[in-house]
């Protein structure tokens, strides 16, 4: 009878170091479940899309004509526009997003597009893209709208996209399409009513602008639209005083890309792209005596 309270200490010890043991493995386990993941912050590369450079050839008399209304189109989701443009060397496209709904993205390319690395500056609050345009040596500037205001700002950066920073002077020179306002062409010279609602593509050059409606290129010279005889047309440019167009055309099983003057006028054939039908969305900008056109996942560059 001595030895029972010694047993029952014995038991007693033994119980409370089980107790302690399992409570120490459930404390263990809920730090590891509460541990944050760590993720790099670098920008990393996206898919690479195929440089493709078109041969060159007729259209073929026997490709399907294109239809007869062939020049409607949807109207382009303004999410999904798109932008590109040449730096140098250097390639930079985005795509406009829609502030408080849709984010934008900016990327950049040093290997004529076969690799691609998203600098979109999130950290500014960037919501929407509106204009792309080159600056300096390889380096670009932005239009977009940034914050809870969505505010319509320039950033430019010095880095290849990796830090940009507000440029309220250049805000004034820059060319965009103004989502807010009923003259929604901004620049060349000032503010202009655009020829429809639902304008994009917008490029400009000296005192003329171009811009795409349900299908249809139109240009501005002085204080007038004039539309271009191109139908279902992808997206515009300019070559100096001419306007490069991608579009559909009788005879050519894909996507036609013409120069025409700006008053619409001596139209000719660049090149025929295969298995390129324009779609709602594409963007082109002209670089070294070459159409580089951006198409899907595809980009393709076609000589002048």
């Known amino acids: 009878m001595s030895s029972t309270p010694g047993r029952w200490l014995t038991s007693a010890a033994v119980f409370l170091i089980g107790v302690a043991a399992i409570t120490l ?10 541990t944050p993941e760590v993720r790099a912050s670098a920008p990393v590369a996206s898919a690479a899309p195929t440089t493709h450079t078109a041969p060159s050839r007729a259209p073929s008399a ?3 004509a294109a239809p007869e209304d062939s020049n409607s189109a949807p109207p382009i989701d303004p999410a999904k526009e798109r932008f590109l443009i040449t730096s140098g060397s250097t390639l930079w496209r985005g795509v406009a997003g829609q502030c408080g709904t849709t984010e934008p993205l900016v990327e ?15 950290y500014l609050a960037i919501g929407q893209l509106l204009g792309l345009a080159p600056f300096a040596a ?30 309220p002077e250049a805000l004034k020179t820059a060319d965009y399409l103004d989502p807010n306002a009923d003259e929604s062409i901004v620049g060349v010279g000032g503010r202009a009513p655009a020829p429809c609602p639902d304008a994009s593509g917008l490029k400009t050059t000296g005192t003329a602008a171009a811009v795409v409606c349900l299908g249809e290129a139109h240009v501005l010279r002085g204080a007038e639209w004039s539309a271009l005889p191109e139908r279902a047309v992808a997206a515009v440019g300019f070559d100096g ?51 580089i056109f951006w198409w899907r996942d595809m980009v393709h560059r076609v000589p002048l």
Do not use: K
Request: glycine share 6%.
């Open 25 to 34: 493995t459930v404390l263990a386990l809920q730090h590891v479940q509460r």
């Open 138 to 167: 390889g380096e670009a500037e932005i239009v977009a709208m940034v914050g809870e205001r969505c505010e319509v700002q320039a950033l430019r950066t010095f880095t290849q996209g990796e830090f940009w920073e507000s440029y």
């Open 241 to 291: 005083d001419t306007v490069v167009v991608v579009h559909a055309a009788e005879g050519c099983d894909g996507a036609a890309i013409s120069r025409t003057a700006q008053d619409g006028t001596n139209a000719s054939l660049i090149e025929c792209v295969d298995s390129a039908t324009p779609p709602s969305s594409a963007a082109i900008t002209i670089y070294d005596a070459s159409v």
């Open 108 to 122: 950049r390319s040093a290997d004529a597009g076969r690799t691609w690395v998203d600098v979109t500056p999130r």
């Open 62 to 64: 026997t490709s399907p």
